[in-house]
């Protein structure tokens, strides 16, 4: 179901074409979605994105389309220039800050899937020979760690000294940025003692099909989007009670459907959860 296709819906349940009625339907099915996207998250609601965590900064941008946490984690990302010899497996590099044994380096002459073994100063030895000689920037990539979610106050109290760097192990949400008041921030601890590439997973609201013509919510669950749309319609009209109660009884079996599939089926599968079975008599 379209977007006109849904207005036209309401306006022939509902019996009402008049101007000002026509006029708030779109009021009326951002009203019904906010309440469908908060009654049950399923996957097509989550967001990735990618940001970057610096030196000595406990900060990190929230997208603007932020509403909660599904997921955070970190992994060291750090580059910097390197030389090395076409068969060995050591590489100079211009500096060793955030090198650790055991992460993925990826680099003009790096021999594939090669790994750091050890550092000694700037000389680093690898797992495999280079397949090349080695020049440029030459990148060292570290495991995906997920942070742990906290309180401000409990990163505030383990974390007091912003100069005592470490790997992040908790987040929180700070609050608004003091230059936007619409943006939201995570504050991490400790303060990062390296780059990292951060990789947030995240609830937001999707376009809404007012403006966006077609949606996963209007193709899927359309029933879902049309009876939580009529019992915004109904109450704005002060309808019969009687019909107002059938539209919400029907907007209930509709949303139990939707919820199976986002909070049931979509966070299992057959082979660890096994299927479904009805006895039979």
């Not at 900060?59 to 946490?69: I, N, V």
């Not at 050890?118 to 942070?147: C, K, M, P, W, Y």
């Not at 077609?214 to 002060?238: C, I, P, Q, V």
Request: aromatic residues 12%.
């Amino acid at each position: 179901m379209n977007y006109a296709e849904l207005v036209s819906a309401i306006q022939a349940y509902t019996e009402n074409t008049e101007t000002n009625f026509v006029a708030e339907i779109p009021v009326f099915v951002r009203q019904a979605e906010q309440r469908i996207y908060n009654t049950a998250q399923p996957s097509f609601l989550r967001k990735n994105v990618t940001g970057v965590l610096t030196i000595g900064n406990k900060f990190l941008q929230c997208p603007a389309d932020f509403l909660s946490t599904y997921s955070l984690g970190i992994f060291p990302n750090n580059s910097t220039t390197a030389t090395g010899t076409s068969g060995l497996k050591t590489i100079v590099v211009g500096s060793n800050t955030g090198i650790a044994a055991g992460q993925q380096v990826t680099g003009t002459g790096i021999g594939t899937n090669a790994l750091v073994r050890s550092i000694a100063s700037t000389t680093i030895t690898l797992t495999v020979a280079n397949s090349a000689t080695v020049s440029g920037t030459v990148i060292f990539q570290g495991d995906n760690l997920f942070l742990l979610n906290k309180d401000v106050n409990f990163i505030r109290e383990a974390y007091p000294l912003t100069s005592q760097l470490s790997e992040p192990k908790h987040y929180a949400i700070f609050g608004p940025r003091s230059d936007n008041e619409a943006e939201l921030t995570f504050i991490v601890g400790p303060t990062p003692n390296s780059g990292y590439t951060a990789e947030l997973h995240y609830y937001y609201y999707p376009e809404s099909i007012v403006t966006a013509s077609t949606t996963w919510l209007g193709d899927n669950f359309d029933t879902t989007l049309l009876y939580g749309s009529l019992m915004e319609a109904y109450t704005y009209m002060k309808g019969e009670p009687d019909m107002l109660k059938l539209y919400q009884d029907r907007y209930v079996q509709a949303i139990a459907l939707y919820k199976n599939l986002a909070d049931g089926k979509q966070r299992a599968d057959a082979y660890r959860d096994g299927q479904l079975r009805v006895s039979v008599s």
